[in-house]
């Protein structure tokens, strides 16, 4: 194959990567700002401290975000055995992710002044790149020989 008959290839895989990573930053954004909501509102309703507020905050914005991700980010009719490969694979990415910005609210809370509420908004902030990464070239990958985590 010459390389004038590999550029529509290449064009049309740099179309699909630029959709899937747009997709990916609409339902990160969705999943980021439910973290963000559900955190906040438990601290600033006092039902619960930074770290817990955070926990659950991460627990069901997981939910929204495998479910945006399994279905629209990286494939809307992915309906077969591997979706719980992939749920196993962007949990642990996740999960990682999760570790990355509770180390970062941590140093926030001991090391700033400023309001927890800010904190937990910045360690949000923290993690968004690396997830997409992960996510595409492992977590939501298509290839059958992957094997499980």
Request: some cysteine; glycine content about 8%.
């Amino acid at each position: 194959m010459s390389n004038s008959d590999r550029l529509p290839l290449v064009k049309q895989r740099i179309k699909t990567e630029v959709g899937a990573a747009s997709r990916f930053a609409i339902v990160g954004a969705t999943a980021t700002g439910v973290h963000a909501a559900t955190a906040v509102g438990l601290l600033e309703f006092g039902i619960l401290s930074a770290f817990p507020a955070n926990i659950v905050g991460f627990m069901i914005a997981f939910c929204v975000s495998f479910t945006g991700h399994h279905f629209w980010s990286f494939g809307a009719s992915r309906h077969d055995a591997a979706v719980s490969r992939r749920m196993r694979r962007f949990f642990t990415l996740a999960a990682s992710g999760f570790a990355l910005n509770s180390t970062a609210l941590a140093a926030w809370l001991q090391l700033t002044p400023w309001p927890d509420a800010l904190g937990i908004l910045f360690s949000i902030a923290v993690v968004p790149g690396l997830t997409f990464l992960g996510s595409r070239l492992w977590a939501f990958s298509g290839h059958s020989q992957d094997k499980d985590v």
